[in-house]
């Protein structure tokens, strides 16, 4: 929790038939990342829509919005982080966006694939903050990999999703986080097949 402008990562686990029930956020920006299953989202901008694994979700809180999680499955459970960042500016009008990456997921090898960021474009989802989410897979243990942060005053939040990875001669295995700030590029090795989630924030935010 407050790592610079991330609030918090929650690893969610919701049973079939479970839910979150109608609840409010204000002034958050709210990323949902499926994992397994699918989730259905309903709020009072009136959106009801279901995101399945590889589809993502942002939410900006703004002013103030409504919203409930279900697991619609009978049998399925569902896995999903949640991802909850400060914003850079206050109350403004709710919004929300879906994007399916699956295509683009199912492909990733030893590379990051930009999920979320400030900039408004059709190739990922727009925050309002300067934040950065990626997802990465690495299967070549031959090599070091690499990621480049945007900005030297952001800071970086490791988390192995599975797999393994050695940075600094520290060994991060499933579900691991490691936090970095004050670095301009992360290096590091994978063991085994691993699939990395990078949120990169400010480390100073009003």
Do not use: C
């Not at 038939?17 to 109608?22: E, M, V």
């Not at 989202?41 to 103030?64: F, T, V």
């Not at 966006?97 to 979320?116: C, G, Y």
Request: glycine share 6%.
């Amino acid at each position: 929790m407050h790592f610079g402008a991330l609030r918090v990562i929650n690893d969610d686990f919701i049973v079939a038939g479970g839910k979150f029930p109608s609840h409010p956020h204000n002034n958050m920006e709210i990323i949902t990342i499926v994992l397994s299953g699918r989730v259905e989202h309903q709020d009072s901008l009136g959106n009801k829509e279901y995101i399945k694994a590889g589809e993502i979700q942002a939410m900006s809180a703004g002013s103030g919005i409504i919203h409930s999680e279900a697991n619609p499955s009978s049998e399925e459970a569902l896995s999903l982080f949640q991802i909850w960042i400060y914003p850079r500016e206050q109350n403004l009008t709710p919004r929300y966006a879906t994007r399916n990456f699956i295509s683009q997921l199912e492909v990733l090898k030893n590379q990051w694939q930009l999920l979320v960021s400030p900039v408004q474009n059709r190739e990922q989802l727009m925050i309002n903050q300067d934040a950065y989410l990626s997802l990465g897979e690495f299967d070549d243990n031959t090599i070091s990999h690499s990621y480049q942060l945007n900005s030297t005053t952001n800071g970086l939040f490791i988390m192995v999703v599975e797999g393994s990875l050695d940075v600094e001669n520290e060994l991060l295995e499933s579900r691991d986080a490691i936090m970095l700030s004050d670095i301009e590029q992360l290096i590091f090795k994978t063991t085994t097949r691993t699939r990395i989630l990078a949120i990169e924030v400010p480390m100073l935010f009003r």
